[in-house]
């Protein structure tokens, strides 16, 4: 197994950073020497390359987003998980009917350069990140979840929108997108969806500045590279600036004086350090130099009884993704083989000993996503809970291993020659752990003179560009991947992925049938359809999914994390929704102050 200079050097890294004073340039204009600062304090191994919310897909990098770009609405924990406040708007409407959502957006905002922010931001926004030209991976936001009128058929051009029965539309004029006034803007929806939808997709937008947008186009308009560089120079306009990017190293955030809610946030400062190493990071847990530490194998035993701890829901499955469309393994082509991985996989182990905390996952839509109306008041009802979804996964959490071997035979007798088959994965606890189990537990059983199990490591970040890229098939084999599915939407959210148009989707799966009910989820009739009518059409998409393994679902997370003494949470509960290595500047209630000598030479006493 490879291992990256990178890793190594980090490692080296963060065993000085135990051992010594830490000390960061920045520029802050919040704290003099001597002041109490409230700083919150993690760790992180990721890799920040992309800052533009038309194209994010990593956690760490959607929270550099939330830090430094104001959205219209904000989840507040406040008020409980679905609570939402103004932030860019002090308000909004929505007609009777369900389909006119109308944003009041506070005068006098700015970004941090002094541009204005009002309902042309948004109206540019939108047209932006549904540009046939750009095919951005976040435009589903817009034309699947919030279903603005006409955006689908704009975003997929006059030719695609033919094909899927829609009329072609070229004009963005057309689409459910309207200024009303320099402050009041408006959006049409095809057809009613759950107001927490809406508030997730149009309410938790983030805007692109519109110069320098426009600067970063190429000459065809179908590239842009906003986002992509100068970070700490690029606008900002939300709770936090960037105020420290050493990639690999440091990142550091203080609060911006300038955002109308920073009231709602407690840290002053949010500080990400970079340590690859499970042993440092609970040496930097344990001497009070980071406020939070998730749980793993390493020292579940130290934790698990500690009061501090709180337990997150917030995770999909985590898979096997098969690239069946490399030009020399064809066995990834074969169902046989899928199958002998998905029957061959002993989840429980996996979860139980491995991920400590973790769920067996043998199926493709997440334990907690709600098929009725989180908000209407009545008890929540899982798809999972329901007898139809719980007929169709098989026992024993889908470990066969007399069914694995029969199906492995069949492959191995069409290939004609010993499977080798290499699984790429980000290095650290667990992934590589789990790596191992599976490389000794499936060459033991399939025969190692029949089947050989190699492991590449990569430095977080790093693999999933590899496995998304359809331009270079023949750089990746396996994959272990993952793909944030909504607790709200069960209707589209967990198979958007599974699409055939599905933009850098890390495996790949073209079934028309399959795509015909999700679109039929998309329409009027999908939506208004009796939940029994829904839950059978959800039902049967995901006995497609079982049939054919385009991926093989091994576990969900769940992860564990215990929190430094001076943390408070606004609400434990809360912790089921966010990533709180990365995302807790927002739902922490208060942080105990800690001295800092002088905030522009970072120096932590």
Avoid at 43 to 65: D, K, M, V
Avoid at 262 to 284: K, Y
Avoid at 577 to 603: E, K, Q, R, S, Y
């Amino acid at each position: 197994m490879k291992k990256s200079l990178q890793i190594v050097f980090a490692l080296l890294l963060a065993a000085v950073m135990v051992l010594g004073v830490m000390a960061c340039g920045g520029s802050s204009g919040t704290s003099g020497d001597g002041n109490l600062v409230k700083v919150w304090r993690t760790t992180t191994i990721a890799n920040i390359a992309n800052l533009n919310p038309h194209t994010i897909q990593y956690s760490p990098e959607g929270t550099f987003r939330n830090y430094m770009f104001t959205q219209l609405m904000r989840r507040d924990p406040k008020g409980g998980s679905w609570n939402y406040i103004g932030d860019a708007a002090e308000s909004y409407k929505v007609s009777d009917d369900g389909l006119v959502w109308t944003f009041y957006i506070r005068k006098g905002l700015t970004w941090s350069d002094g541009f204005p922010i009002n309902a042309q931001t948004w109206y540019y926004s939108v047209k932006t990140m549904i540009d046939p030209l750009m095919v951005n991976r976040n435009a589903e936001q817009i034309y699947n979840r919030a279903m603005i009128k006409n955006s689908l058929a704009y975003f997929l051009g006059p030719e695609r929108a033919a094909a899927r029965g829609l009329r072609p539309v070229t004009n963005f004029d057309e689409v459910g997108v309207k200024v009303i006034d320099e402050y009041t803007i408006e959006f049409t929806l095809e057809f009613p969806v759950l107001p927490i939808i809406v508030m997730q997709s149009i309410g938790e937008m983030g805007p692109v500045h519109e110069p320098t947008y426009e600067a970063g186009f190429n000459a065809e308009r179908n590239q842009n590279t906003y986002g992509s560089k100068d970070f700490l120079t690029m606008p900002y306009c939300g709770p936090y600036r960037l105020v420290i990017f050493e990639p690999g190293q440091f990142f550091a955030f203080n609060k911006n004086p300038n955002y109308p809610i920073g009231d709602r946030f407690a840290a002053d400062r949010i500080e990400w350090r970079w340590v690859g190493d499970s042993n440092t990071i609970d040496q930097l847990f344990a001497s009070n130099q980071i406020d939070v530490r998730m749980l793993d194998i390493n020292n579940f035993s130290l934790y698990a009884e500690d009061p501090r701890v709180v337990k997150s829901t917030r995770d999909a499955p985590l898979y096997l993704s098969f690239n069946q469309y490399h030009p020399v393994k064809t066995f990834l082509a074969d169902v046989n083989f899928r199958k002998a991985i998905y029957f061959g996989v002993d989840r429980q182990t996996i979860a139980d000993k491995i991920y400590m905390t973790g769920t067996p996952a043998p199926f493709f839509i997440k334990l907690d996503t709600a098929i009725n109306d989180v908000l209407s008041g009545e008890p929540v009802v899982t798809y999972r809970s329901t007898p139809e979804a719980r007929a169709i996964v098989p026992p024993n959490n889908g470990y066969d291993p007399v069914l694995a071997v029969e199906y492995f035979q069949q492959a191995y007798e069409k290939y004609g020659e010993k499977i080798v088959v290499n699984l790429m994965i980000t290095d650290g606890v667990p992934l590589t752990m789990v790596a191992q189990f599976l490389q000794d537990s499936l060459e033991n059983l399939f025969g190692r003179d029949k089947f050989e199990f190699t492991i590449s490591l990569y430095p977080a970040g790093q693999s999933y560009p590899i496995m998304v890229d359809e331009s270079r098939p023949d750089l990746w084999e396996m994959g272990w991947s993952g793909v944030g599915q909504s607790s709200i939407n069960a209707w589209t959210s967990p198979m958007l992925q599974y699409t055939s148009t599905y933009v850098n989707r890390p495996m790949r799966y073209d079934n028309p049938e399959f795509d015909a009910i999700f679109n039929w989820f998309m329409t009027a009739e999908g939506t208004t359809a009796p939940l029994e009518v829904k839950l059978a059409k959800l039902v049967e998409q995901e006995a497609m999914l079982m049939r054919d393994v385009p991926v093989a679902p091994v576990v969900m997370g769940t992860p564990w994390y215990v929190f430094s003494n001076r943390t408070t949470l606004v609400n434990r509960q809360w912790i089921g929704f966010l990533d709180p290595l990365n995302d807790l500047g927002w739902d922490i209630a208060d942080l105990v102050p800690i001295p800092i000598t002088n905030l522009d030479n970072l120096v932590l006493e």
